[in-house]
């Protein structure tokens, strides 16, 4: 069982700048560092969108195309943390964001939130002027 709780969102002026952290209360005996971590976001009436994913030992990510050379993944596997920093947020980064956990992915899976065992609630991200 892992345990995900988002925090780091609010309101922000477009051009601006704002980081997610997700940390991780793993129960399964497994370490943190054997989970590979993804960021989604949503919003109303539409599917989850991928946005970034990190592998456990955090040498490899992946980012989608929306988002590349704009948002940064890095994680922390001593304080079972991970962080995404959004800078040169645009109106339509408006969305709530998700951080989604799992041990048994490969590369090709990263961006599937349907291959993700565990999520969190979600931090609300508002780009706005």
């Known amino acids: 069982q892992v345990q995900l709780v988002e925090s780091g969102g609010g309101l922000v002026p477009p051009g601006g700048s704002l980081r997610l952290s997700c940390i991780a209360s793993?129960?399964?005996?497994?370490?943190?560092?054997?989970?590979?971590v993804g960021w989604f976001r949503q919003v109303p009436g539409s599917e989850r969108e991928f946005v970034a994913a990190?592998?456990?030992?955090?040498?490899?990510?992946y980012y989608g195309n929306s988002v590349k050379c704009r948002f940064t993944m890095s994680r922390d596997n001593a304080k079972n943390t991970v962080y995404l920093q959004m800078n040169s947020l645009r109106t339509e980064d408006t969305a709530l964001y998700y951080c989604?956990?799992?041990?048994?992915?490969?590369?090709?899976?990263?961006?599937?939130?349907?291959?993700?065992?565990?999520w969190g609630q979600g931090t609300q991200v508002t780009v706005s002027s």
């Open positions: 990190i592998k456990g030992s955090g040498s490899s990510t």
């Open positions: 793993v129960n399964s005996g497994r370490a943190f560092r054997t989970y590979s």
């Open positions: 989604a956990a799992d041990d048994q992915l490969i590369t090709s899976s990263l961006g599937n939130p349907y291959q993700y065992d565990y």
